[in-house]
């Protein structure tokens, strides 16, 4: 079947295990934006508008809604540029790939107080966390356990596993991990890592963009996930 | 008509945007559990041996190695070294090179956008480079020689690995000398027949039962040798400790001749002979002159064990072409000793048993082969060379030289060269006329002048016209002069391949750029004691390589392997099995037997090679003491020494037929470009800058390290030692951020105020990171590397060696906004 993206929203109130389902793919995807560089295959998709229904997921949530429309419009840039892929990869270089000391490196870590090493407490305390779960990173990722595109995709899991919960004691618990990861993993550093990403200079507005999204939609998930749920 | 949620959800998962989202990174775990206790593991390195206490797959705590009982304080910094967040974690590429390889933009290098490379991808690159630089050029258009201090390991050795494979594909230019020793060790062969610098010197316990003076010409032992070429010991500095004991109790009188009261000086209570910067051969020309006019020299010595001393006394006594006697009044006016001083040294040196021991910065100035050479011929007039506690050193500072060795074998290392019998894929060894070989300090020269010809000890170079470097392990951005020179340099270059673990700028002013892992994440074996071979260790890998970092051995085996040369290359083991192969020749080589009371025995046992590796160590006890030249003083003609004639040569005949105007036929006073305290150029800059070796770092390596540096550095920059005169004239207080500067280029650094320091002088220690404002010509050093201000003149057409000491500076307190250090990050972008 065709999309239509728009159709994504004002859409009814999901329920439950709906919106359990929506936050393991938007985690999911904001996961692979931030685990590797985009490919032909997978720039084209987004230049031909394939990440709309992600978008408009995003957009249930008000405040993200701008910050929605400003990807659209980094992705409508790219549309200009000779060799976006290129551009784009150098732009997720500079600010992820380079050094861990200036621009936005994906690592909690670096953004502990103190001194900013890689491999610290938050690496140890993400491995805790995932040994807890039954997982390890991919060995082929080659990152430690600490890089955003890993706790995101713990997160995706995290949401996957309460819609497969057999009681709700069992939800209740996966949900409070799951606030209680945001707020202590994520929080204390995600806003840094954005605000890094706004501040250094790039060809496109695409990943500064994302690092915004990656923080606010982070936030909401805090907010609300303790929230109750129809 | 609106849809339901549930179909939305349904028709995304059917639609392009679950394309958009990958397979996840987490995959079902195997392991239960992790051991919460860790375990000690044992590793070397330049610092010295230690363990280290592997928990959850990461280090966790680092302590010196049990043996070691003067361990250096840079332990500290190991672990800032392995986490950095400078590690270069990907193959990355530069854009614009990527775009337009030979054909890019080149002034953008240093201050680009890179993109990030899968291994084959770089690798290929890599290959691709090569083999473009051999089919369009030749072997004189690739230099692949300059190699510094490797990380430490005998297996792992980078220069080697790059080297071999490198070799493999085609010949390339090389290097000859190194900026550590350039001038002593192109000098000393024609004077006392061997570099002496890298010689093993009379060992320490008969220097403190012989000597009754000892002299440290600009040598500052109790800082230097904190580190080693191999895994260093520490074991000089219990005889250090007895140093300092005899001082105080006056059995042995010790004199520091240096401008700076230096470390050793405060450790060991010696005393401190001051000396105007650079003029070293003018005071010791002058002690000539007084030990001959006072009939204090050693005539007979001379007679029996040199040449050339008249010609050279008619030089001192101003019968030569200058006309200039060189009196101690003469000298006085030059070095700032009182001429009475200076003659009251002479009989000193004179009156006893005396132990001169040079450092090495001070050869590292022009001229620089002069106060190595004069210094032999001091040491040949006191005759004292091969005496016990007499005679001369050049490297007492270094790994542990003067430890009695214990004369057991060394392990080999990973071949450097093609193997016997084997040619490189281009066998091609056409250099179009220009040498394969160049002087190390002056490859900035060959690029900027391709075709250039230069005199070079004894011969002519003409430089090859270079279009691509490799660097494996080396960080020529820290250890070459004048980077505003080098910057306009590498613009030359059409391909620059590096491969190290941390950004610095080598790094930076690269287009391929590949991760190799630490020593800590490498299995591996080394001599323990480069000089005294006092035993064998084991280096554990503690970690795994971090991120996608790999070990110069896959690195290059997989190079090889684009042109079906990697089982040769590896000669088809692997790392362990090469560690294993180390051990056991080293194990066969020592396993030759001597008598003893119970019958024959092996002298050095080694256990089988599992054992050792459980072990972690192999200890081959302490050496018998030796006197250096002590055979060549017994039968000077049995054991003549390596110099033309074989005897000690005061006038080199084969140095006068060269007909070098800066290097003639004996030590000679030559006034130097740029010199403080009354020198040339010292209206303008008054301050002489010494950029010694630093007392924090390995030259460069360990300068990252945050919390450790953060233990010298003054407001995040390198500090700038200064006397508080030259600080009180400036209105500089210590802590102060200065910026320094002459015509070549400018730097920030920190304020450090010290009566160490007399007027006129002021130290930045080498292997300070450098991190340049921007990319442009002359842009303000943000964190204080000495190299952005020294110059780049070979120190004579004998040995074309660094200068880096002739330096003159001036420095003002700087007011405005500091800007941020980029010595420790990538590189930084150009506007788009």
């Not at chain 1, 692979?32 to 408009?56: I, N, Q, S, V």
């Not at chain 2, 009261?261 to 051969?281: A, F, H, W």
Request: proline residues 6%.
């Amino acid at each position: 079947m065709t999309l239509d993206a728009k159709a994504g929203r004002g859409l009814p109130p999901h329920t439950r295990n709906e919106q359990w389902q929506e936050r393991a793919l938007l985690c999911r995807w904001l996961s692979t934006l931030f685990a590797k560089e985009l490919d032909e295959a997978t720039l084209k998709a987004y230049l031909e508008g394939e990440a709309e229904p992600l978008l408009a997921l995003l957009c249930d949530h008000e405040q993200l809604a701008p910050l929605v429309a400003r990807f659209n419009q980094a992705l409508n840039v790219l549309r200009l540029f000779e060799q976006p892929r290129l551009e784009l990869a150098a732009d997720f270089a500079t600010l992820f790939l380079m050094d861990g000391r200036t621009a936005a490196p994906p690592y909690a870590s670096l953004y502990q107080s103190g001194q900013a090493l890689f491999h610290q407490q938050p690496t140890e305390r993400m491995e805790t966390r995932l040994r807890a779960a039954g997982y390890d990173v991919k060995k082929d990722f080659g990152e430690p356990a600490d890089h955003l595109a890993v706790m995101l995709d713990y997160l995706a899991t995290g949401h996957e596993r309460l819609g497969e919960a057999s009681s709700e004691a069992e939800r209740e618990e996966i949900q409070g991990g799951l606030v209680q990861f945001i707020d202590e993993e994520l929080t204390p550093w995600l806003p840094t890592f954005a605000q890094r990403c706004q501040e250094i200079d790039t060809a496109s507005d695409f990943y500064p963009t994302l690092g915004q999204l990656v923080a606010d939609y982070c936030a909401t998930l805090s907010t609300q996930a303790s929230a109750p749920a129809r | 008509m609106a849809i339901s949620r549930r179909t939305f959800l349904k028709g995304l998962a059917a639609s392009g945007a679950a394309s958009l989202i990958g397979p996840g990174l987490l995959a079902r775990s195997a392991t239960a559990s992790v051991s919460v206790e860790g375990t000690w593991k044992m590793a070397g390195s330049h610092w010295g041996a230690f363990k280290a206490l592997v928990k959850g797959g990461r280090v966790a705590e680092v302590k010196p190695f049990d043996a070691d009982r003067y361990p250096t304080d840079m332990l500290n910094g190991i672990k800032g070294l392995i986490y950095n967040p400078s590690r270069i974690r990907y193959p990355m590429v530069r854009l614009d090179w990527l775009k337009n390889r030979e054909n890019g933009d080149r002034t953008q290098r240093g201050d680009n956008r890179f993109v990030r490379l899968t291994w084959d991808s770089a690798l290929d690159l890599f290959y691709e480079e090569l083999e473009r630089v051999q089919k369009n050029y030749g072997p004189w258009a690739l230099y692949a020689g300059a190699t510094g201090w490797r990380q430490t390991g005998q297996m792992h050795s980078c220069g080697n690995h790059m080297q071999r494979a490198v070799a493999m594909h085609g010949y390339f230019v090389k290097k000859v000398g190194d900026y550590s020793t350039g001038a002593g060790q192109s000098i000393l062969p024609y004077v006392l027949g061997s570099t002496e610098v890298y010689s093993q010197g009379t060992s320490w316990p008969l220097i403190l039962e012989n000597s009754k003076t000892i002299v440290l010409w600009a040598n500052d032992p109790y800082k230097n040798l904190q580190v080693g070429w191999n895994c260093e010991t520490h074991e000089s500095y219990e005889y250090l400790e007895q140093l300092k004991s005899k001082i105080a109790d006056g059995s042995i009188r010790v004199i520091s001749v240096d401008p700076v009261r230096t470390k050793s000086q405060k450790y060991l209570g010696c005393e401190q002979l001051y000396i105007n910067p650079m003029t070293d051969v003018a005071f010791m020309l002058a002690l000539a002159h007084t030990l001959y006019q006072e009939e204090l020299y050693d005539k007979a010595f001379i007679e029996a064990y040199a040449l050339g001393f008249e010609p050279f006394m008619e030089y001192v006594l101003g019968k030569a072409d200058d006309n200039t006697e060189k009196t101690p009044e003469w000298a006085e006016a030059l070095c700032g000793v009182p001429a009475d001083e200076i003659r009251e040294f002479a009989r000193l040196l004179a009156s006893d048993r005396t132990q001169l021991i040079f450092g090495w910065a001070i050869q590292r100035q022009q001229h620089g082969e002069q106060p190595y050479w004069m210094g032999a011929v001091l040491a040949a007039m006191l005759g004292q060379i091969g005496l016990p506690g007499g005679g001369i050193s050049y490297a007492h500072h270094y790994s542990s030289i003067g430890v009695p060795a214990s004369g057991a074998s060394a392990p080999g290392a990973f071949p450097r060269n093609v193997d016997t019998g084997k040619t490189p894929k281009y066998d091609n060894a056409d250099f179009k006329g220009a040498n394969d070989t160049i002087p190390v300090a002056r490859w900035i020269d060959c690029l900027l002048d391709p075709g250039g010809k230069i005199q070079y000890n004894g011969s002519e170079v003409t430089f090859p016209d270079i279009k691509m470097c490799i660097f494996s392990g080396c960080n020529p951005w820290h250890h070459h002069q004048d980077h505003n020179r080098m910057k306009k340099a590498f613009h030359k270059l059409e391909t620059v391949v590096t491969i190290d673990y941390s950004w610095n700028a080598t790094c930076r002013f690269s287009d391929l750029v590949l991760p190799a892992c630490t020593q800590f994440e490498r299995n591996d074996i080394d001599i323990y004691g480069s000089y005294s071979n006092r035993g064998l260790l084991a280096m554990h890998k503690l970690v795994d390589p971090l991120f996608h970092s790999r070990t110069d051995f896959d690195i290059f085996t997989d190079l090889c392997r684009r042109f079906g040369r990697h089982e040769e290359y590896a000669q088809g083991m692997d790392e362990m099995q090469w560690v294993k192969k180390l051990y056991d020749e080293c194990k066969d080589a020592n396993s030759e037997e001597v008598p003893s009371p119970s019958g024959p025995k092996v002298r050095f046992p080694m256990p089988e090679f599992e054992q050792f590796w459980q072990d972690g160590y192999v200890d081959f006890g302490a050496g018998d003491p030796w006197v250096r030249h002590a055979d060549f003083r017994e039968a000077p003609e049995v054991n003549a020494l390596g110099t033309p004639s074989g005897f000690i040569e005061i006038t080199s005949r084969k140095i006068d037929r060269y007909g070098y105007d800066d290097c003639k036929g004996y030590p000679t006073w030559m006034e130097k470009a740029e010199r403080s305290h009354g020198g040339p150029n010292s209206d303008k800059y008054p301050l002489w800058l010494q950029s010694v070796h630093p007392d924090q770092r390995l030259h460069s390596q360990m300068c990252e390290a945050d919390e450790y540096r953060a233990t010298y550095t003054v407001q995040g920059r390198e500090p700038i030692y200064m006397s508080p005169q030259d600080a009180k004239a400036r209105g500089i207080a210590d802590g102060d951020l200065v910026r320094v500067f002459n015509d070549r280029g400018q730097l920030l650094a920190g304020a450090r105020v010290s009566d160490d320091f007399p007027t006129g002088v002021v130290r930045i220690h080498e292997g300070a990171w450098y991190g340049p404002v921007d990319a442009s010509i002359g842009a303000l050093d943000t964190y204080g590397d000495p190299n952005t201000l020294t110059m780049d003149v070979g120190t004579s057409k004998l040995a074309q060696a660094t200068s880096a000491n002739t330096c003159v500076v001036e420095m003002e307190k700087y007011t405005g906004e500091a800007p941020p250090v980029t010595s420790f990050g990538g590189p930084q972008m150009v506007e788009l």
